[in-house]
C-alpha cells in the first residue's frame, strides 16, 4: 500500500509540475510549440506497467523538479520512504531538498524536522539531537517548536537520559499529553531506583512524591514507596502503601499480594492478613489472593478447610493455578496409584502454567512472564498488567 500511495504522488506531481510548466512557457511565448511530457515520466510508467515498483519510484523521482510548488511532495516523498523502512533514502531526499537556496525559512525549519525524524530511524541519535535543539531554538513557528520537543523527549528516552527528558517536556508536554505524563512520572521512578541504588532514600522518596504530582495513578511510585519502606524495616508504612495500588489501578492488584503477605508475616498479623486477603478478593477473583489465603487456612484449620474453600472459589471462577493448587492439596489424602494419577495431572497443570504469560501490554499485546514497566515493543509506560482469566489471575 505504500508503494502505491508513493506512486501515485509522484504521478500526479509529476504531471502537475508539466502542466505548470507548460503553462508557464504558452503565457510567456504562445506561439512556440510545447514539448511533451519528458521521456524519464513514460520510462516510469512502462516500469509501473511492469510491476518494477522501485525503479518507477527512482525514474519518477529523477522526473520530479525541484521547485517551489514540488517541496511538499518530495517532503512526503522522503517521509514515504521512511514509513517504507528506507531512512536511508529519506534522508537523501531531505538533505537534497535543505541544500535549495530557495527554501523559505518555514519549509527549511520543516525539513529539517524531518530530517532529524530519519535521523532518529537510523539510529543516528547525535545528529538528530543537534537537528532538534537548532529546532527548538530557532524556529518561528510553535507547532514546530512543540514537534521538535516531542521528538527530542523521545531521543532522551531511548537514551535513558532520565533528566534531560523531564528537562525538555516540563511543563507544557506535560500538561498538554497524557503519554508523557504518564511517562515522566516513570522518569521519576527511573531516577529514584537509582537513588535507591546509591543509598539516597530521602532523595529518592522526593522523586516518587513528584512522580504521583505528576500522575497520581502512577502505580509504580506506590510500589517503590512501599519497597523503601520494607528496606528500613518500616512494615505497616508498607501496607499501607500497598494498599494504595488497587485504588490506583486494581489490576495491578497481583503485584501487591505476595509482599503483602510477607509485610503481614513479619509483623506477625495473620489475621490482618486475612482481613486484606478477603477485601482484595470481594474487589476482584485475583488467583494469587485465594491461594494465599488458602494457605492461610490450611496452616490453621487444616487441608479440608483448605479444599473446601479453593473448590467453592474455582466454582464462581475457575482458574488454572487455582486447580494446580487443588491438586497438590489432594495429594495429601490419596497413596498409591491415585497419588500417581494426581503428579501425573499436576506436572501437566505445571507446564500449562509455566508456559503462559504473566503479563501482557494492553496496547501493543506483548506478553511475557516479567513485569516491564516501560513495554519492549511499543515503549509505552505503565501498560503491560498482570493477565487475567482462566490462564492468569
Known amino acids: 500500500m505504500p508503494d502505491l500511495l ?6 500526479a506531481a509529476v504531471a502537475i509540475g508539466w502542466w505548470l510548466g507548460r503553462r508557464d512557457r504558452k503565457q510567456r511565448s504562445p506561439a512556440r510549440q510545447q514539448p511533451a511530457l519528458s521521456r524519464d515520466y513514460f520510462v516510469g510508467l512502462n516500469y ?7 525503479q518507477a519510484i527512482e525514474t519518477f523521482v529523477a522526473a520530479l523538479e525541484v521547485n ?3 517541496i511538499e511532495t518530495h517532503v512526503a516523498l522522503g517521509n514515504l520512504f521512511r514509513s517504507r523502512g528506507e531512512a536511508d533514502r529519506a534522508v537523501k531526499v531531505h538533505q537534497n531538498l535543505l541544500a535549495r537556496p530557495t527554501l523559505s525559512v518555514t519549509q527549511s525549519h520543516t525539513v529539517q524536522l524531518e530530517l532529524s525524524r530519519d535521523f532518529l530511524h537510523l539510529g543516528l541519535l547525535d545528529r538528530a539531537e543537534r537537528l532538534l535543539q537548532t529546532l527548538i531554538r530557532e524556529a518561528s513557528s510553535d507547532s514546530t517548536r512543540h514537534s521538535a520537543k516531542k521528538l527530542l523527549v523521545d531521543l532522551y528516552e531511548r537514551e535513558r537520559d532520565w533528566q534531560s527528558a523531564l528537562d525538555v517536556a516540563q511543563p507544557t508536554l506535560i500538561r498538554q499529553h497524557d503519554d ?4 515522566a512520572a516513570h522518569w521519576l521512578c527511573e531516577l529514584a531506583q537509582q537513588n535507591m541504588q546509591s543509598a539516597s532514600p530521602s532523595l529518592a522518596r522526593k522523586r516518587l512524591r513528584q512522580a504521583l504530582s505528576i500522575d497520581d495513578r502512577c502505580v509504580r511510585a506506590n510500589w517503590l514507596l512501599a519497597k523503601l519502606e520494607h528496606d528500613t524495616g518500616q512494615y505497616k508504612a508498607e501496607i499501607r502503601y500497598l494498599k494504595r495500588i ?3 489501578d486494581n489490576d495491578f492488584t497481583p503485584i501487591i499480594l505476595e509482599p503483602l503477605r510477607d509485610a503481614y508475616h513479619l509483623l506477625e498479623d495473620i489475621s490482618g492478613l ?3 486477603l478477603r477485601q482484595v478478593i470481594e474487589r476482584g477473583a485475583f488467583t494469587t489472593a485465594i491461594i494465599l489465603l488458602a494457605e492461610t487456612l490450611q496452616r490453621r484449620e487444616g487441608n479440608k478447610a483448605a479444599e473446601d474453600f479453593i473448590r467453592d472459589q474455582l466454582s464462581r471462577t475457575p482458574s488454572l493455578r487455582g486447580i494446580d493448587y487443588l491438586l497438590g492439596l489432594y495429594r495429601y489424602d490419596i497413596d498409591g496409584l491415585e497419588r500417581e494419577r494426581i503428579e501425573l495431572l499436576k506436572r501437566h497443570t505445571r507446564e500449562l502454567i509455566e508456559a503462559t504469560p504473566r503479563y501482557r501490554c494492553s496496547r501493543c499485546g506483548f506478553s511475557g512472564s516479567h513485569l516491564h514497566w516501560q513495554c519492549p515493543r511499543c515503549r509505552s509506560w505503565g501498560m503491560t498488567k498482570p493477565v487475567t482469566g482462566i490462564e492468569g489471575e
Do not use: C, G, K, V
Open 48 to 54: 509501473l506497467l511492469n510491476e518494477q515498483t522501485d
Open 246 to 248: 488497587p485504588e490506583q
Open 274 to 276: 486475612e482481613l486484606s
Open 68 to 70: 517551489s510548488d514540488t
Open 6 to 11: 508513493l506512486l501515485a504522488l509522484l504521478l
Open 180 to 183: 508523557i505524563r504518564r511517562a
